[in-house]
């Protein structure tokens, strides 16, 4: 099915800020004249006579009907039968350009210092396979697009593809859910025992004699203490709370992008001590490298997700620019506070935590970059294939970037998913001046 862009004019844009609130991503544009009007009608109703109602939704209406739908080719669909392709890209100046079979010409918002780099290390390390992913918080401009594959069988565009288990990254998933559905005190003590490699009925519900162990929740993500999240998810989350916090980090949906991405999946059967393992990261999950950038790129942007876009602009044949990049919010994943108090616990995990080797230990990692994240490590059997993430976002005097690094190894292997994120924050942030990157979430209530 194609997509279709909307375009929202000023005024209707005055409508949803005077009415309270803003449409809900995917809604019909007679959808979101109906819920103009009828919050507008309330809002006034609450605050004045019946009359100031009518007028007040009426001039809401009014603004509402000059949201009409344009279609221009922004679909996966469409991209792929342009022959939309990175690998294609030539490098002129300070962008990558791809001429498509129509004549036209995309310009791509990746950095091909950054792009050449990664893939240069993923080579160099002769790594079996990876996705690296960097996307500005702020406007969900894609920054690198490595995809990397050489062991057997062979896996291309990996960074798009959700063939991986989300491991313990879905603890900052899980974390969100008993911050803001259950509103659990971050810093009180959990205690437990066990669970560092399997999680026991035992583990999960917890033995006075046995529970010695006693962290916060903080502490459970810098050390990915995967009994703390299974025990706290059994007491204070059902399935349904799950699946809502899954979907509303863009799991079991699809994500809007120029390329096709495979949907990153979560299934919560009815067994709570199967789910409270799935929880804690423990598989039933799958997440791709680009998925991964969005979730560290909206505990960035306060809790907004941002619509990921990997063009600048496209240009027809006779070289006039048709598209040009606008940053769209994707959906409010989360409340500003939580993505905060997230963000402030996830950065032990590079500083204390189980990814202080590849940042505050990391000899060539820079010192004024403060970086939040959470690692995951989940291996198959049979053959062996080990999976090692590190998903979220650097910061350095207020210019963000959010980043996922994932390695697939063998056996033998020779870096992991976490020098791999940590490389492509490096790389990214040696060539620019420290600045302020643009706000566009401010809009977002």
Known sequence: MSLMRLKVS?????????????????????????????????????SGTAENAKTRAASVAQAARAFEPVKIPVGNK???????????????????????????????TVDP???????????????????????????????AFVSHTEGKPVVEDLARKSLAPSASVFKIITAAALLETVGIDPEKDTCYHGGKSG????????????????ATLGAALTWSINSIIAKLTYKHLKKQDLEVWAERFGYNSEIPFEFPVEVSTAEFVD??????????????????????????????NDGVMMQPSIVEKLENASGETVIKFTPHVFKRVMKK????????????????????KYFRQ??????????????GTLSNYNPYLGFTWFVGFADRDGQKIAVSGLVCNTPTWRIKGPFAASEAVRQYFSSRPAESDEKVAALVP
């Open 271 to 300: 067994d709570p001590f199967e789910r409270a393992r799935s929880a804690a990261g423990f598989y039933h999950t799958y997440l791709s490298p680009l998925h991964g950038a969005l979730i560290g790129a909206t505990l960035a």
């Open 337 to 356: 506070e939580t993505a905060r108090k997230l963000s402030e616990m996830m950065k032990q995990t590079t500083t204390v935590g189980t990814a202080r």
């Open 362 to 375: 990391r000899n060539a990692f820079p010192r004024d970059i403060v970086v939040a994240g959470k690692t």
């Open 199 to 214: 999680l026991s009925q035992q583990n999960i519900k917890g033995d006075p004699k046995r529970d010695h162990k006693c």
């Open 113 to 143: 210092d950054v792009q050449a780099s990664l893939e240069k290390m993923l080579d160099d390390y002769n790594v079996p396979h990876s996705g690296v992913v960097l996307i500005e918080p702020s406007t969900g401009k894609v920054k």
């Open 10 to 46: 000023s005024a209707l844009l005055a409508a949803f800020l005077i009415a309270g609130s803003l449409p809900v991503f995917g809604q019909s544009p007679v959808g979101i004249v109906g819920q103009a009007q009828f919050q507008a009608s309330q809002a006034a109703i609450q």
């Open 78 to 108: 469409d991209w792929t039968s342009l022959g939309l392709s990175l690998k294609k890209a030539v490098r002129e100046g300070d962008h990558l350009v791809q001429t498509l079979k129509d004549g036209s010409k995309v310009t791509f």
